[in-house]
């Protein structure tokens, strides 16, 4: 199991990410957010209707809210 880390760049309000890696990872334990921009409950998936997750999925796409720009860092396996 290889580890790795993801830069992403966030605007202020919504946003739109996408589950990365190739197995499934809990969001709010693997994000670093040292400028503490991510609001709390905002992670949403969409699957017939949006839903709030705590789980990203490999090549789903997720909408999370911010209260400021910044950068985040999510924590990632791969399982080859």
Avoid: C, M
């Amino acid at each position: 199991v290889d580890e790795y880390q993801y830069d992403i760049a966030l605007l202020n309000d919504w946003n739109f990410i996408g589950g990365i890696g190739n197995a499934n990872i809990d969001f709010w334990d693997n994000v670093i957010d040292p400028d503490e921009i991510l609001i709390p409950g905002t992670l949403y998936g969409f699957d017939g209707t949006y839903s709030q997750t705590n789980t990203l999925v490999p090549g789903k796409g997720y909408w999370i809210r911010t209260n400021n720009s910044g950068t985040i860092t999510i924590n990632t396996v791969s399982n080859v």
